[in-house]
């Protein structure tokens, strides 16, 4: 089998590393840490130490995290330390998992012996407990809107910015134009016949009175001068 280069061994001892965190914190392990020994011991290249509050725990502690290599494509851990549940390791290969009851844990402080270079660890797994009260809350909203809750009120800036589109819109404008176009013509047509017939009426009959009144001085004029001049003088 060809030897795996640098960078594929370190990115199989992460993947390994993720797997095992899982496994862990699936089932609510303790103060958690990670130590790089690859400057202590060619036997493997991390050391994992974690705390379990009973033997019921770290049984169940190390029987995920085999589950979770397995899943991740390793090959099966061996386990040791399962009769009486203080202490049980998880030998996966390039990394060893210490799963300890709290008392065994301050008495040994493996800590001390593989703690010179610790792993920090960047990020954490959510448990499955706030995953499905996260779920359930998104689903009882859900419901909840389903059921009746009332829409989100329209904003007024949204209603007017639509009205104001509605009424910029060419479309919306012209059957507008078009009455207002309808009626103007009407009305004026309607109004100015008659204010001119009014005015006229009004008008017309002075000014015939005043012509025919000017006609007849006139013509009265005309004809005295006529007579004083065709009158013999004395």
Known sequence: MKPLSETAAKKQVSQLQ???????????????????????????????????????????????????????????????????????????????????????????????????????????????????????????????TDEGAAPAPVKTSARKASSRKAAASPDAATPVRKAVAKKAPAKAATKTPAKATTKAAAKTPAKSAVKKAATKAATKSAAKTAAAKTQPTA
């Not at 862990?24 to 509050?53: C, M, Y």
């Not at 502690?61 to 290599?69: E, G, Y």
């Open 18 to 144: 993720a797997a095992i965190i899982d496994g862990l914190e699936d089932i609510k392990a303790q103060n958690i840490q990670v130590f790089d020994t690859t400057e202590l011991t060619p036997l493997f290249e991390r050391v994992i130490i974690a705390s379990g509050s009973s033997s019921r725990q770290t049984k169940a502690l190390a029987a995920s995290v085999r589950d979770k290599v397995r899943e991740a494509g390793f090959n099966k851990p061996s386990i040791g330390g399962e009769d009486n549940g203080e202490w049980v390791t998880v030998d996966c290969g390039a990394i060893v998992a210490h799963i300890m009851q709290p008392a065994i844990r301050d008495y040994y402080r493996l800590e001390e012996i593989w703690g010179d270079k610790p792993v920090k660890l960047t990020a954490k797994k959510i448990s499955k407990a706030a995953t499905k009260a996260a779920a359930k809350t998104a689903a009882d909203n859900a419901q909840t």
